[in-house]
């Protein structure tokens, strides 16, 4: 597919044009942003342009009680076959959550680029995806659930000021055959759904922390240890994670029936210690996260995270009315190291840094949870117990 550049001139008189053989109507007023003006150039590209992952493996039915849930990030699309996701193919579970990074989106090789209005690269990423022999088998043997982050999305550490999120949105609602669901009925990448009867439900909410992110505070020394990309915004600063309208829908879900909520987040949500992207770069957006969870009263939180390219386990008594716990699985084929020095204070153990995967095993008999990172042969190498009591569960 040729690149091409658009010009903001360019994409502003879209709105007064006509294109023979019933391209793009003609539309009055003419749209008053460049973001108006693309969403009219996207409304011209058909979804069978667009790469997909195909049928996979149907999601449990509502009331299937869930034992095991599995967890990645990370997975670089032109490199050669995981050895995580062949582990994970293999496994016996009931579903497999891909939390962020699910594709390298806006690098060509190690060299990152520019996405143009087209996003010809995460395009051609995601198709590079779908032909992977170890990503069909995943496909095929588990049910799956999605969230996105940075490199899926199209531009590194982006937000909402990324000017092609429209058609990112698209390209990964059609991958994934979420853009006839109700998440394909709003803006942003986020959706829930919940598994089994009373007494044993799971509810697995993926956020999108990138849609509508206003922008992080640049660090003033770069590289520098708890400070390497990004410093904590001061208080009242006004920065936003999800969005006005994902805020009001987390809300609503938390106020929905379960036992156990398993909240997915593409970013660390828990850990204060290093500056690359987190909750902890908006203090006040994480403590409104938490303060949501204690007015809803829900009980049964679980947070979830990728992007680290190391697995971590977390857990804090304090910030919930029971102790919180966070399970960072990362990654699935893109390992910086061998070993993890980054220690926190409410980490449970050192990092896994090599290739891994992570675990969520729900013994409702037991009334006990297990986090479990796994290597990529499927091995468990850290691993944190907690009992329902724990998180509030009676």
């Known amino acids: 597919m040729m690149r091409g550049v658009i010009s903001l001139a360019a994409l502003l008189s ?95 090789g190690r060299n990152y680029v520019n996405n143009q209005p087209d996003l010809d690269e995460v395009r051609e990423s995601f198709s590079d995806l779908a032909a992977r022999a170890d990503f069909q088998a995943v496909r095929a043997a588990h049910p799956m659930m ?43 990448t986020y959706y829930a759904r919940s598994f089994g009867p009373e007494g044993q439900r799971v509810q697995v909410i993926m956020l999108d922390t990138r849609f509508f992110r206003s922008a992080l505070t640049p660090t003033d020394e770069w590289g520098a240890k708890g400070k390497e990309r990004y410093l ?45 992207e987190a909750w902890s770069a908006m203090p006040d957006e994480r403590q409104r996260l938490f303060d949501l969870i204690k007015k809803s ?28 716990h966070e399970l960072t699985a990362s990654s699935l084929n893109v390992a910086f190291a061998t070993e993890s020095a980054e220690m926190d204070d409410r980490q449970v153990g050192t990092g896994y840094a090599p290739e891994n995967y992570g675990a969520v095993e729900i013994d409702w008999a037991g009334k006990s949870i297990a986090l479990k990172i796994k290597d990529n042969t499927g091995q468990t190498v850290r691993q944190n117990d907690l009992t329902f009591a724990e998180i509030g569960v009676k």
């Not at 076959?81 to 989106?105: C, R, W």
């Not at 398993?262 to 660390?268: D, E, G, K, N, T």
């Not at 009263?297 to 919180?324: C, K, M, N």
């Open 14 to 108: 879209l709105g007064a044009c006509v294109t023979e053989g019933g391209g793009i109507n003609i539309f009055t007023p003419k749209p008053d942003t460049a973001e108006d003006a693309l969403e009219l150039y996207y409304d011209t590209i058909s979804d069978d342009a667009l790469p997909s992952a195909g049928a996979g493996a149907t999601l449990p039915a509502s009331d299937a009680v869930l034992t095991t849930i599995l967890i990645g990030s990370c997975l670089d699309e032109e490199k050669g076959p995981s050895a995580a996701m062949q582990s994970i193919a293999g496994e016996d579970a009931d579903l497999f959550l891909m939390v962020g990074d699910n594709v390298y989106g806006d690098r060509d």
């Open 232 to 276: 904590p915004a001061p208080s009242g600063s006004m920065q936003d994670m999800l969005g006005a309208a994902q805020w009001t829908w987390l809300e609503n879900q938390l106020q929905q029936p379960a036992d156990i909520r398993l909240i997915a987040s593409s970013i660390q949500v828990m850990p204060t210690v290093h500056g690359w």
């Open 146 to 188: 999605v969230s996105w982050d940075d490199h899926d999305f199209g531009a590194n550490d982006a937000g909402k000021e990324f000017p092609f999120r429209g058609l990112a949105e698209r390209v990964h609602e059609v991958f994934w055959g979420l853009d006839n669901q109700d998440v394909g009925q709003w803006p942003g």
């Open 297 to 324: 009263e829900a009980t049964g939180v679980v947070f979830l995270s990728g992007d680290r390219h190391t697995s971590f386990i977390y857990e804090e008594d304090g910030v919930l009315p029971y102790a919180a």
